[in-house]
């Protein structure tokens, strides 16, 4: 079930750069300058989109577009209930690990 509060996490808690790397080759360039995770905006094609760090949302500083993780996911071509699926397995598998290396 798709609850409002999945939703919410998977925008802001599951980290977009974790998203990307695991779009692999599907995913877009990216780049970390000035402290910032930034990557090709899928709209304008300029390397301007930058991960917020507060709430886990880019803004493209070139077309100002907007993305969250679920997104990234819709722009590769997946549909909106296989989307959050599959970022709800990779938050639960971000979780864990981040569980695991705090114990
Ligand atoms: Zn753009």
């Given at each position: 079930m798709i609850t409002r509060d999945l939703l919410r996490?998977?925008?802001?808690?599951l980290p977009m750069k974790l998203t990307i790397v695991r779009l692999g080759r599907h995913g877009p360039i990216t780049k970390q300058t000035d402290?910032?995770?930034?990557?090709?905006?899928?709209?304008?094609?300029?390397l301007r989109a930058t991960v917020n760090p507060r709430n886990n949302l880019a803004h493209c500083?070139?077309?100002?577009?907007?993305?969250?993780n679920i997104d990234l996911l819709m722009i590769q071509?997946?549909?909106?209930?296989?989307?959050?699926?599959?970022?709800q397995h990779?938050?639960?598998?971000?979780?864990?690990?981040?569980d695991s290396a705090n114990s």
């Open positions: 996490s998977i925008r802001n808690e402290g910032y995770f930034r990557f090709q905006c899928p709209g304008c094609g300029e500083f070139s077309c100002g577009q907007n993305y969250n071509g997946y549909d909106f209930v296989p989307a959050v699926e599959i970022l990779w938050l639960r598998q971000y979780q864990e690990d981040r």
